[in-house]
């Protein structure tokens, strides 16, 4: 169990770093202002298609770091077999993972494919575009920090009832379910717009910090008795 844990350890910490990466290839660091505008992230592709396709491939890694992730969460810490938080917290996890993999295949298949289109047709290429980004980040995206979130939620309750969990990280398990929360309170106009920016915050820091801290406890773990 040892083993498995520091090898959840380490895909845990190697996390977030793909998880930046697959955020800044697409980014304003990158030149793309704005990855909702068809005609500017057209224009992007034409010139940096390669790191659009950098931006999947580091998705896909992604999502393979966190099924090594979750099989030894579930090994170490959830006592998966015999408990059914633990199963459906592990099964939430690999559902994770499932999108960010179909995410990063998406954006790396789809570059030459929507070059080529924009060169026939304008408004096909346009329209090509705009079905990627809707399904892909709006979709996929969103589906995998969703479903990334209720499992660290999940298996925060987990890992406190059998106590393999220490209490304050287990608090901050709610950090990659903020973007949801906050998301639903703004929804419901029960959240300030002046909160935006720690909503964005929370995405853009929430999921790799608390992962890194998960990864780091997994690493140093040993059985509780």
Known sequence: MTNSAKSGGIALLLFPLL???SSALTSPLTGLEDGDNPASSLAFLSQH????????LASVLMALALIVAVFAVADTLLHAPTSLLGRVTSTLGLFA???FFAHGILRMQSPGTLTYMEGLNREWGIAAYLAVQMAGTQGLGSAGIFALGMWAVGLSLAGRRNRQLPRPLALLGILPALPWIMGLLGKLELLPDSFWLLYIGSILLGIPVWCALLGVFLVRWKPVM
């Open 49 to 56: 298609a390669n790191l659009y396709f950098l931006s999947g």
């Open 97 to 99: 993972a499932a999108f």
């Open 19 to 21: 998880y930046f990466a």
